[in-house]
């Protein structure tokens, strides 16, 4: 009942602070009969054009009253309309405008609009200025869309930072993602799966520009088509495309300045001629940072306090990142498509601590300190292909595609460890414990799938598809150690080891929807059948150990929507998901900090399952609500292990618990003046761990707050800047690990220069050095207080130069490749 008070006073402090800001930036306005408008957009020749600008203007002033964009095959719809007398204007680079006559629309009414023809325009593209403005953060349906570039805060920063930034979504100090206080989020780059998590996913995503993206969408609720895979949903980066034939790109130019530099760049270019479009990103990123961490460790006996370990870790880290991305596009003919992708990634990187480790008595006398310097020197490389198929079958919207994909990570790490142990006056207490490790990991995935699309009726659509994966993860940890005796280097055996693992995951779905006039209902039922096994290999100290899984699971998805007016809609949702364990945290490998402090992967790990609920309302398409309920079982966290003897602490993952989380967010994003627009996103849940960890009972519940805010100005025609920021409040990450309040604020200007084919943007990110994180950890036996601070306080600058000649065309279709899970769970890294 405590925790539920505590949730009702929040919600209602939360509640009054919206009607609040509601009341200085929106107007309520009477409830109204919603009608429709629909139609489509041609070439000459009849075939439909993709990305096509419509806008719906009320005839009496050519105000603006809503905007669309057309689909792939030329189709645009408006919704919610009110009564009235409009014009509709239709508008892309490289064909001349179009306007139609005066629409009369009637209450209730849907209307068709005929055909539009839009002609090509003589002159190129390099001759006609094009701007588009675009809110921070558009609310759909079925997600919620962030524009990277509407952000001058943006500007010089990475795709991590985008994410951080991003309503609901948080990022933790290790780069592990959440959604609404949830972690397990599939994260996507153009519907492809980045194949990576952990420390890997984060390092990817610090190392890509922000220039390079143009959405980010977050999925909650995710529907069958999608791989079952993720608790908290999907974050699908949407990068930017070029729509022009010819010659066009754009260069991304950054410096950033805090402790130490960064500097993350980026080339695109695409041609496009004929039945034949060639793009290609190429990318370059310096990124140097330090982590400055302290842990304080408390040992207890009996219930007497018997030492404290007071650690300081110095810790400094950078790499280079090159990133290739080339793909070819062939049109077969005006239906029939064939695609070509190959990516590839080359990161070596160095990761340092220099640290002491004081070590006193239950009295508060030093008895020893330990002094340690660890190196971790690896290299990242990972190359993927992927060939795509695309064949529309009929006008209607019927079409099939295929993919397959291959891709292979591998990595060579070198890992030093040299502990020094002193008494207080400065003499040797034990020989130096000195370890060397070399830990090459490979790991290979072979992925295909095909989707077909049926529409049925205007107002329904039937989906259908299969795919299969095949993953292969071989790990050889090879540890040595210095004996002083010998004076030689001798194979250690209690940490050598390797671990060799296969997956195959075959699934298949079904998808239906239909609107029928408020109602709007979808349906679908994803299986999935896993088969594993893992082998262990043994030494002179540990035996073989190997297991074998096959088990197959039903993910049904639900969503009923009702559009009560042209202001109001609701929906309901339901959804069924999994969690696998990352193939790096089942990587036995250690990564230590000092003799006394490691992390370590689990072999024996097991998925989770979630069950997802959401009751959402959205007002005027600005006004969003949303109550969650999320049911997990077999969660997968980050727990830590102690030896009381030896004074040794490790992190791992284990199955220890259910959870139970009930969630409120509220989000609000329009215009307040001209000149002036607010994006508002708060979120407030209680989370209920239970289960058992290190054999002693865990029973914790804690009601938390984040909520994260955007303000945006502009100044006469090419000046525009920002202020925004997050503040979260102590939240129980894991149901061992608490972490206490953080928060930061930032700044950011922009100013379009060269005519506009070029722009600067300057960014301060987190000036006032707010974004601090501390962690506790109070169970059983371990006690253990962390605090951190990084490379956080930075000043960025960004120019950006867009370059084209050519003429529009239609947009090409963003591939999904066919691995949709397995990508996000390659990870680990070396703890940077």
């Known amino acids: 009942m405590k925790h539920l008070n505590s949730f009702t006073n929040l919600y209602v402090r939360m509640t009054a602070m919206l009607i609040f800001l509601l009341l200085l930036s929106a107007t309520a306005t009477m409830a109204q009969t919603f009608s429709k408008i629909s139609g489509s957009v041609?070439?000459?020749g009849g075939k439909g054009l993709n990305g096509v600008t419509a806008s719906l203007l009320k005839a009496k002033d050519s105000s603006l009253a809503k905007a669309s964009v057309t689909d792939k095959n030329g189709l645009y719809e408006f919704e919610n309309i009110k009564e009235g007398q409009y014009l509709i204007s239709f508008t892309s680079v490289g064909f001349e405008k179009k306007t139609t006559q005066v629409i009369s629309l009637t209450s209730g009414n849907a209307m068709q609009i005929p055909a539009v023809i839009l002609q090509q325009v003589a002159k190129g593209l390099s001759e006609v200025t094009v701007q588009a403005k675009r809110p921070l953060v558009e609310n759909k349906i079925d997600k919620m869309v962030v524009n990277v570039d509407a952000s001058p805060t943006n500007a010089g920063a990475n795709a991590l930072e985008v994410l951080e930034k991003s309503p609901g979504v948080s990022v933790d100090r290790d780069g592990n993602i959440s959604i609404k206080g949830k972690q397990g989020v599939i994260v996507l780059i153009d519907g492809k799966q980045t194949y990576l998590s952990g420390q890997d996913l984060a390092n990817l995503l610090r190392?890509?520009?922000?220039?390079?993206?143009?959405?980010?969408e977050i999925m909650t609720q995710p529907s069958a088509k999608y791989d079952a895979s993720g608790n908290s949903g999907i974050l699908n980066l949407r990068t930017k495309k070029n729509l022009a034939k010819g010659f066009n790109g754009t260069i991304n130019l950054s410096y950033v300045q805090g402790r130490y530099p960064k500097s993350p760049n980026s080339f695109n270019f695409n041609y496009r001629s004929g039945k034949i479009n060639l793009f290609t990103n190429l990318s370059y990123s310096y990124w140097s940072g330090f982590n400055d961490q302290h842990l304080t460790r408390k040992f207890h006996k009996d219930g007497e306090l018997e030492s404290v370990f007071e650690q300081q870790a110095d810790q400094k880290h950078y790499g280079h990142n090159y990133n290739a991305r080339i793909g070819l596009d062939y049109s077969i003919d005006k239906n029939t498509t064939i695609g070509f992708l190959v990516n590839g990634t080359h990161n070596p990187r160095r990761w340092e601590n220099n640290g002491r480790a004081?070590?006193?008595?239950?009295?508060?006398?030093l008895d020893s300190f330990n002094v340690v310097q660890t190196i971790n020197r690896d290299t990242w490389q990972n190359l993927g292909a992927n060939l795509n198929f695309r064949?529309?079958?009929?006008?209607?919207?019927r079409e099939f595609t295929v993919d397959l994909d291959r891709i292979a990570y591998k990595t060579r790490s070198r890992q030093t460890s040299d502990n020094y142990n002193y008494f207080p006056d400065n003499t040797y207490s034990v020989d130096p414990f000195l370890l060397r490790g070399n830990l090459p990991s490979e790991i290979t995935i072979y992925s295909g799938k095909a989707d077909y699309v049926h529409p049925l009726t205007k107002e329904s659509k039937f989906e259908a598809g299969v795919k299969s994966s095949y993953v292969s993860t071989d790990n050889d940890a090879q540890y040595t150690l210095y004996d002083h005796g010998e004076a030689e280097w001798v194979v250690d055996n209690n940490r050598s080891n390797r671990f060799k693992y296969e997956e195959n995951i075959n699934a298949a779905y079904v998808n239906y929807n239909r609107q029928m006039k408020k109602w709007g209902v979808q349906t679908g039922l994803r299986i999935e059948n896993t088969i594993s096994k893992g082998n262990q290999f043994g030494n002179a100290v540990q035996k073989d150990s190997s297991f074998k899984k096959?088990?197959?699971?039903?993910?049904?998805?639900?969503?009923?929507?009702?559009a009560m007016n042209d202001?109001?809609?609701?929906?309901?949702?339901?959804?069924?998901?999994i969690e696998r364990p990352n193939y790096q945290d089942m990587n036995p490998f250690q990564y230590l900090l000092d003799?006394?402090?490691?992390?370590?992967g689990n072999p024996n790990l097991a998925p989770q399952f979630t069950h997802n609920i959401e009751l959402s309302h959205n007002y005027r398409k600005a006004l969003n609500t949303t109550l969650s309920f999320t049911s997990t079982t077999d969660i997968l966290n980050d727990i830590l292990k102690q030896n009381d003897e030896t004074k040794v602490t490790y992190q791992t993952k284990e199955n220890v618990a259910k959870r139970q989380t009930i969630g409120l967010s509220v989000s609000y994003n329009a215009p307040v003046t001209k000149w002036w627009a607010t994006s508002v996103y708060m979120n407030v849940n209680n989370s209920h761990y239970e289960g058992i960890v290190n054999n002693s009972p865990l029973d914790v519940s804690l009601v938390s707050f984040m909520g994260n805010t955007s303000q945006q100005f502009k100044f006469a025609k090419t000046w525009s800047a920002e202020v925004n920021g997050f503040y979260r409040t102590a939240a129980q990450e894991t149901g061992m690990f608490l972490i206490r309040p953080m928060g930061v604020v930032s700044f950011g200007f922009g100013k379009q220069i060269m005519k506009n084919k070029a722009s600067l943007k300057l960014n301060i990110y987190d000036p006032f050095y707010l974004q601090k994180a501390r962690v506790v950890i109070d169970h059983d036996n371990i006690d253990v207080y962390v605090t951190n601070k990084?490379?956080?306080?930075?000043?960025?600058?960004n120019f950006i130069y867009r370059f084209s000649k050519g003429q529009n065309t239609q947009a090409q279709n963003r591939r999904s490749s066919s691995a949709q899970e397995e990508q996000n769970r390659v990870g680990g890294g070396n703890g940077q």
């Open 42 to 44: 041609q070439e000459t």
């Open 207 to 216: 190392n890509m520009p922000a220039s390079q993206l143009d959405q980010v």
């Open 567 to 577: 202001k109001n809609q609701f929906g309901l949702s339901y959804g069924r998901r």
């Open 358 to 365: 004081d070590i006193y008595n239950g009295k508060g006398e």
């Open 391 to 397: 064949r529309v079958l009929n006008a209607n919207g």
């Open 595 to 600: 003799q006394y402090t490691y992390r370590q």
């Open 790 to 797: 990084w490379d956080n306080r930075r000043v960025g600058l």
């Open 550 to 562: 096959n088990y197959t699971q039903l993910f049904p998805t639900a969503y009923i929507s009702y």
